[in-house]
């Protein structure tokens, strides 16, 4: 095989094995104040969610949102978060008032990471000496999370939660690809040059 032929079609197989970003944001700013989230977001189920808005329902002096007026906040109990189809990250940006605890649950129910907040409260005026609102906390699993658990207070109200940012798991045939291509680029690195 042409040398030049062999380094181009492995270098066009490497690229196209490179998984191209899936990253999805919700930011919360699509939906009422007091709106309360179940299955509003394609591909996302929440239960214990609840929107509020900066100057109306949130008090953002202490909870001030990352991004826009809206940020989603935790009502009754912790917030869960059911993804239709698996995901290899999920992370968003937390202000609260008590440790956070988030837990990722594969498809089988298994737990399969947990992440904590850094502080015991980072609210913005009178949060733990050292902290900041809107702490990012996220949570990877390559096998894919399909569903994760916020935890603050038992009763709820105790954070809020902006630009919730999750990432799809590749597709099984990358790997394929980029092996593909690895050989043949080895091959024609192994052949004589003239």
Excluded: K
Aim: charged share 10%.
């Amino acid at each position: 095989m042409n040398h030049r032929l062999a380094l181009c079609l492995g270098l066009m197989l490497l690229l196209g094995a490179v998984p191209r970003s899936s990253a999805t944001t919700v930011d919360f700013e699509g939906f009422s104040d007091g709106a309360v989230l179940s299955a509003q977001v394609s591909g996302l189920t929440f239960s214990n969610a609840i929107v509020l808005t900066a100057g109306t329902s949130l008090n953002e002096f202490e909870f001030p949102p990352r991004s826009g007026a809206n940020v989603a906040s935790d009502s009754g109990g912790p917030i869960s978060i059911a993804f239709a189809v698996p995901v290899a990250s999920v992370g968003a940006w937390f202000t609260y008032a008590e440790s956070l605890t988030l837990t990722a649950f594969d498809g089988s129910d298994q737990q399969v990471g947990q992440a904590n907040s850094l502080f015991s409260s980072n609210i913005a005026l009178s949060g733990e000496a050292g902290s900041s609102p809107n702490e990012l906390i996220q949570i990877a699993f390559a096998g894919g999370i399909s569903r994760l658990v916020i935890a603050g207070d038992v009763a709820g109200g105790s954070f809020t939660i902006d630009d919730l940012t999750f990432a799809s798991v590749p597709e099984p045939g990358t790997l394929g690809l980029v092996l593909t291509g690895l050989a043949v680029l080895g091959r024609w690195r192994a052949q004589p040059r003239s």
